[in-house]
């Protein structure tokens, strides 16, 4: 399986502008700028789109994790903040903040499989950054 998308960039770092087109077209032309990276310009950029992606591929790992155990989620509730070092141009890492509502599971079996998500997702293994976790069962 492939999965693609394109990105556009015209002009300069800092004037320029970018525009953000996914193969299934949810994005398309999408803006992303200078601004809405290193300021707080009104676009997507590639550090927020990283974080959705980590945010979302967590979220259907623990579900499979969980599933396999024998548990239903009635909700995953995850958030990743990625972040960057802008002096070096380097992203350091991604917190994930999990609110899960999950029944007849226990605390220690609720971290082990969220441990497990954070640790074997696909975008997990994709990167090369530290991955944090702070998982609450409510």
Sequence with gaps: MKRSANAVWN???????????????ILNDHEYCFNSRFSDGKATNP?????AAHAGCFAMALSLIL?????????????????MDADK?????????????????????????ANAAKENCPVSKALSLNIT??????
């Design 11 to 25: 002009g300069t770092l800092k004037e320029g502008i970018g525009k953000i087109t996914t193969e299934s077209k």
């Design 47 to 51: 550090d927020e789109l990283l974080a």
């Design 67 to 83: 599933g396999k155990e024998g548990y239903t989620p009635d909700s995953l509730d995850a958030t990743s903040q990625v972040t």
């Design 89 to 113: 141009l380097e992203l350091t890492g991604s917190h994930i903040t999990l609110k899960a509502r999950i029944p007849d599971i226990s605390d220690d079996k609720f971290m082990e499989c």
């Design 133 to 138: 976790l702070d998982a609450k069962l409510l």
